[in-house]
């Protein structure tokens, strides 16, 4: 371990993270919307704090290590979630507890998109705007986590993009040649946050409601400046171009760049998680959509705008509403929060298990069968035209397991927090899924949900995002051993 | 495929199977109870049928290949419960419709235990036998398949266990030596059920009700010749004689077979799958009984023995009742509904995932993060001193995958049938569990379930009785094929 190093990488990572909290604090002295005094003590501290660990990690230079990496990136999620508390806490308005700025703070810098506020189109619009820019970043975050740094710490099974990556990463140390790839993926992130701002604002969103929205789209977010999120608009247009950037933003940012790279369009089609992807929210955008206009729920056209964009919001993990689906009939509700255990595309914004293991896990399952009728057959497994190593495939299982482990024993301590069994069950799904909204209690917000609860949730969101094992691998004593 | 043979043995088994009619229809008879000419029809009906079978499909020798045996056992089960459900569907009293004789049928001898019932104390005395007679007899068809057959099929990793099964069913040809292995499992299954009657018996139960008890406790049944189940006999001491039972009966009959053959006791502690079936049960019965304890629900010694009763009741998967435990605070209802997934020991009468398998996900989950941190070392996955085959390990990752998608998409059916989610979800986990009772609508009984969900719940309970694979592969085109 180079804790020394890690210090220093930790520190300086505050010191750029200050910066979300001064272009809010400008925002505040611009419209003198009270929050100023929040956000420039909230940036001292957060800045100061970064600074202070920049000067006492001194300047040696070392090569950091797989262990490093894991160490990294589960303290840049935490600290930076701790510290994002501040902004909420110290405000006057909305006036949340410590527990409920942490809450918020994890819940937007995991792009999970769950809040404890209730009135936010009351609140100053430098909060609204922070919270935002906090997804917006999440986002970022994650792809460059997922793309250039997952893969070679080989976490559950991602290994097996370590040969497709974008840019110069095919090397085992976590060297400065992370940057090269981190570089093209904030371009591309920058570049599709713009259009989707643009599309919102010609669709009539005020300008403000446009970038704020984009931000939280493209990251998979699901904050919204509105209490009645995507459905304050009242616009089929928005929901449908909301729709589309879901969509994209929740495939992968190395098949994006792929696809953009070669010019050809087509490659999303031969890429075996892309199908899987559309194709599994195409056959439940036609279940549910049919569901709801068959059984008399809505009429043809709200079913068929309100079932594409519920689905794809769910399925994404992006989370925004505009109907209240937790009063749709029958198994539509939790359905659509099952979806959300699939989530996006590895490599993308979105949350949940990843596509790309859930279809390693159905195509396992088939293989198995036809082994049991051909018991001597020798039957690969096969993504594409690839055969997928052993070693890959275990690494999925063990992530499918632990991640379904984690999910069950989270939903029983929520239960011992109060929450009765769906409530718990879906909150649980929601935060470790980062995708938001829960049922029943928590269909509309986790105000209700005890201090304890909103930790336990935190945790939780963290888990996801961390993809699991990041996390675990912390609390193993192997990990701490020397050698 | 030798669909004549095939044809051949499922008219010997209903023959066979007929005894079962032919004893309650003496029973009625002795005690004039109205159902004798209930039973003597069905007898009849299934006795013609299986002697049809047998006429038609002549005398020629075959021996039966891998295929063939899916569809035995396959056939086994669902034909044998069709006919089973005649005397319910055919007796004046209960009066049940065809949907509740077959559902009350097959939750029998899959030893599921869900009854459609209410007013058992008042039932013919005949058809309260025969209720318990056909779990006892799904209970030694399960230990036969799961030790004889299962291992030869390579279902969900069992062909773990081809090397250690007792007697010679080393062969790979579904041969007549399975009998000699069939016998000593029935003289162990003959032994236990007597010792059980005369415990039940010295502890106060009337003769009746011991060996009907014994019946449905051996097989990890759960049906009950009273409404109030294990609750009615209100003694401690049948309590913890029927745990004592239950533990037994939910252990490998592999096992025991080589503790008895060895006379060495000890060899229990000996057997991984064994220690890590009664640390799970240990573990949950304090955190059960604690709880219940310091919440002030229950007195130190009502929660103690409450905890431990429920606790394994549930955890074997047997799902007898005493107190109300789907009213008990906070998460533990949902726990003990999540240990049922765990279930019995492989080759025992339990039911669930089996005790092997998870514990062979959590160590599989555990190598993982070492390999993690260690990405270099070649970290062998071991049972006891023996390495496990990568083989056996995707067997059973597709066996859990396989049984959590089936879980998933049945509580879904089972909401679209009008269920709420916490009845659905728990009705659809004891019916593939073969456990039984589960919370909310379906806590006392199944009658509420709609028509449809009680047949979709049968599937569901035939799915886990066998072992998910057995009744999957006959539904892919590849198993229909020839070669
Ligand atoms: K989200
Ligand atoms: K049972």
Chains 1, 2 share one sequence.
Not at 213 to 218: E, G, K, W
Not at 296 to 315: E, M, P
Request: proline share 3%.
């Amino acid at each position: 371990m180079h804790l020394v190093v890690i210090c220093r990488i930790i520190g300086m990572l505050l010191m750029i993270f200050s910066v979300t909290m001064a272009l809010p604090a400008a925002l505040a002295a611009l419209y003198d919307d009270g929050a100023m005094r929040a956000f420039g003590m909230a940036f001292v501290l957060t800045f100061g704090a970064g600074l202070v660990l920049r000067v006492i990690s001194g300047n040696r230079q070392q090569d950091l290590g797989i262990r490093d990496g894991f160490l990294v990136v589960a303290l840049f999620w935490s600290v930076l979630s701790l510290f994002g508390a501040l902004p909420f806490y110290l405000a006057d308005h909305p006036g949340l507890s410590l527990s409920e700025a942490v809450f918020e703070s994890f819940s937007g810098l995991t792009t999970t998109g769950a809040t404890v506020i209730v009135g936010l189109d009351e609140l100053p619009i430098s909060i609204l705007f922070y919270r935002q820019f906090l997804q917006w970043l999440g986002g970022i975050g994650i792809i460059v986590i997922a793309v250039a740094i997952l893969p070679i710490l080989g976490i559950g099974g991602m290994q097996l993009y370590r040969a497709e990556t974008p840019g110069p990463v095919k090397d085992t140390k976590l060297t400065p040649r992370i940057t090269g790839t981190a570089k093209v993926l904030f371009y591309m992130y920058m570049a599709l946050t713009i259009t989707c701002t643009a599309a919102y604002w010609l669709a009539g969103m005020t300008f403000f409601d446009a970038i704020c929205h984009a931000f939280s789209t493209v990251a998979i977010g699901g904050f919204s400046t509105h209490d009645a999120s995507m459905g304050y608009f009242n616009s089929p247009l928005i929901l449908m171009i909301c729709t589309a950037f879901m969509l994209f933003a929740g495939m992968s940012f190395a098949v994006h760049f792929a696809v953009w790279h070669e010019r050809r369009p087509l490659s999303y089609l031969k890429d075996s998680e892309s199908k899987f992807y559309l194709g599994v929210i195409g056959f439940s955008v036609l279940l549910v959509s049919l569901f709801l206009i068959f059984t008399g729920t809505q009429s043809a056209n709200n079913g068929l705008i309100n079932g594409i964009f519920h689905t794809v919001s769910i399925a994404t993990t992006a989370g925004f509403g505009a109907d209240n689906f937790a009063a749709w009939p029958s198994f539509l509700p939790v359905y659509l929060v099952m979806l959300s255990f699939i989530g996006g595309c590895a490599g993308s914004t979105g949350g949940g298990m990843k596509a790309v293991r859930t279809m390693l896990v159905v195509k396992q399952g088939v293989r198995e069968m036809k082994q049991l009728i051909h018991p001597n057959a020798v039957i690969p497994l096969k993504v594409g035209r690839h055969r997928v190593e052993a070693r890959v495939v275990s690494a999925v299982w063990s992530f499918v397991a632990m991640y379904l482990i984690s999910f069950v024993v989270i939903t029983l301590v929520m239960m011992a927090c109060g929450l009765d069994s769906l409530s718990a069950f879906t909150a649980t799904a929601a935060s470790i899924n980062n995708m938001g909204p829960g049922l029943g209690e928590v269909a509309a917000n986790y105000q209700s949900v005890s201090d304890v609860g909103k930790w336990v949730l935190c945790f939780a969101m963290l888990l996801g995002r961390l993809e699991i094992f990041t996390l675990l691998v912390l609390f193993t004593p192997a990990f701490w051993r020397r050698g």
